[in-house]
Nanobody
Framework: QVQLVESGGGLVQPGGSLRLSCTASGSISRINTMGWYRQAPGKQRDFVATITSGDSSTSYANSVKGRFVISRDNAKNTVYLQMTSLTPNDTAVYYC????????WGQGTQVTVSS
């Protein structure tokens, strides 16, 4: 079992920045993929970004490319999502995930972009 705890969400004005963190604990495999999805009210959960544990290769949704950066600290089993140039369309609950033989999800952290 892998447990995930997210932090860093909150209220930010359009054009602002936030950094989300997600720390994994439990039965962590040295080889894994971690990342983020988000779910806006009344919408499905959508992919945001992912990063592998080995070569830290990354992938992003087109909607966040050039604005969001995903990174990780393998020693801390932590993944980060640096979000910049935020718009109201980025408002959502952001969920961290861990994937190896199965997928584990965090409880989610709310990000609200509003003036």
């Amino acid at each position: 079992q892998v447990q995930l705890v997210e932090s860093g969400g909150g209220l930010v004005q359009p054009g602002g920045s936030l950094r989300l963190s997600c720390t994994a604990s439990g039965s962590i495999s040295r080889i894994n993929t971690m990342g983020w999805y988000r779910q806006a009210p009344g919408k499905q959960r959508d992919f945001v970004a992912t990063i592998t544990s080995g070569d830290s290769s990354t992938s992003y949704a087109n909607s966040v490319k050039g604005r969001f950066v995903i990174s990780r600290d393998n020693a801390k089993n932590t993944v980060y999502l640096q979000m910049t140039s935020l718009t109201p369309n980025d408002t959502a609950v952001y969920y961290c995930y861990y994937s190896r033989w199965s997928v584990s999800w965090g409880q989610g952290t709310q990000v609200t972009v509003s003036s």
